[in-house]
């Protein structure tokens, strides 16, 4: 079956623009979680959705969101773009959400690498 | 304040030997934990959970070990095969469905 998919794989930006990213989950998952990765912090929890309300939330400031979609689809907002908000973005999707009885859990995107000049 | 720390950022061992990847926590309220194999350009990939109720999972070449009493968990990977070169990421949760990931420790398997 399809994994995570993410848009854009790649994407530069200038400073004080923003940016919308997607991300597609695995048919059937309805818990869709959004998470940073740069050199100095590694990674980093920025939000998690489930069934379109958003369920936990990170240290990060407001210009960060996100949305969910009624058909699991999620989109993520930066606006106001620092240079500190390059970084790889990952998008990971699961049934339920991280812990699951039957086995399954979490799994990641390939992301999308926001540089911002 | 770190609450997930690999102190080794690198490991370097031969094949067909076994490689043991460290872990500490310092959140008490964390109960579930997860390790992840990462290769560059791509995203993590899930390897083996443990809860805090067991202290042993594993999964083929994949063991996990939980030691509550010193907040510390390992992964041993027995054997090592050079496809097993990565960075290897170590997650932890209490209670919600925030991940807190150490900064990874890259891991070398020599043929």
């Known amino acids: 079956k399809a994994g995570v998919t993410q848009t854009p794989r790649y994407l530069i930006k200038t400073r004080g623009q923003q940016v919308t990213l997607s991300c597609s989950p695995i048919?059937?998952?309805?818990?869709v979680s959004w998470y940073q990765q740069t050199p100095g912090q590694g990674l980093q929890f920025l939000f998690e959705?489930?069934?379109?309300?958003?369920?936990n939330k990170g240290n990060f400031p407001g210009r960060f969101s996100g949305r969910q979609f009624s058909n699991s689809r999620s989109e993520m907002n930066v606006s106001t773009l620092e240079l500190g908000d390059s970084a790889l973005y990952l998008c990971a999707s699961s049934y339920w959400g991280v812990r699951d009885s039957s086995g399954n859990t979490i799994y990641f995107g390939e992301g999308s690498w926001l540089t911002v000049v | 304040d770190q609450q997930v720390k690999q102190n080794s950022p690198s490991l370097s061992v031969q094949e067909g030997r076994i490689s043991i990847l460290n872990c500490d926590y310092t959140n008490s309220m964390f109960d579930y934990f997860l390790w992840y194999k990462k290769y560059p350009a791509e995203g993590p990939t899930f390897l083996i959970s443990?809860?805090?109720?067991?202290d042993k999972n594993e999964d083929g070449r994949f063991t996990v070990f939980l030691n509550k009493s010193a907040k510390h968990l390992s992964l041993h990977i027995v054997p090592s095969q050079p496809g097993d070169s990565a960075v290897y990421f170590c997650a932890a949760t209490g209670g919600s469905e925030k991940l807190v990931f150490g900064k990874g420790t890259k891991l070398t398997v020599n043929p």
């Open positions: 443990i809860s805090s109720i067991k």
């Open positions: 959705y489930f069934s379109e309300t958003q369920r």
């Open positions: 048919s059937g998952h309805r818990s």
